[in-house]
């Protein structure tokens, strides 16, 4: 998945990927990242929806890093959800944050073996390469990325939350 939870290097199928653009800065309210109403419904596209709107929110987070935010949205048992939020939290401790250039998201698909309450979704990330931004000021150029990604989102009877994810580096 993100370069949040991979510590910024390449990725696999255990680690997590990031997102299309969101604004967002350090003093953000958490409503900030209220979920969309598309993202509410209880369908195959509402739960594409909400994959669409947490890489939204990873890439925000990227940008400018707040602890806190990512546990609303994953299942408590989201492996991949807590290694974001504990590489995002070493961002914030760190003073540092990461900005990618031209990041692009496409070909959101649900695969046929979903069910009503597990969506399975994959898509394609890709960027042209990010900075990661010290506190200092200090910056590390950080290789493009090409990536196939899958995401889980599975709903708890009132909402989708994100159940598990991955990412592979496409040829």
Not at 57 to 86: H, I, M, W, Y
Not at 137 to 162: C, I
Request: glycine share 8%; charged share 25%.
């Amino acid at each position: 998945m993100s370069r949040i939870a991979s510590g910024n290097g390449s990725t696999s199928t255990s680690k997590a990927t990031k997102s299309s653009a969101v604004s967002t800065s350090l003093s953000a309210p958490a409503d900030r990242f209220a979920i969309p109403e598309a993202a509410k419904a209880h369908t195959h596209e509402g739960a594409k929806a909400f994959v669409k709107f947490y890489w939204q929110t990873l890439n925000a987070l990227d940008r400018a890093p707040q602890e806190g935010v990512l546990p609303r949205f994953g299942a408590s048992d989201c492996e991949s959800c807590r290694l974001q939020e504990k590489a995002g939290k070493k961002l914030v401790a760190e003073g540092a944050r990461i900005e990618s250039k031209n990041a692009r998201y496409s070909n959101f698909q649900v695969r046929k073996d979903s069910t009503p309450d597990s969506v399975i979704v994959t898509f394609v990330q890709e960027d042209d390469g990010s900075t990661r931004i010290e506190a200092n000021g200090a910056r590390k150029v950080l290789p493009p990325v090409n990536l196939a990604v899958a995401a889980r989102a599975d709903w708890n009877g009132a909402e989708w939350k994100l159940g598990a994810s991955g990412a592979d580096e496409r040829p």
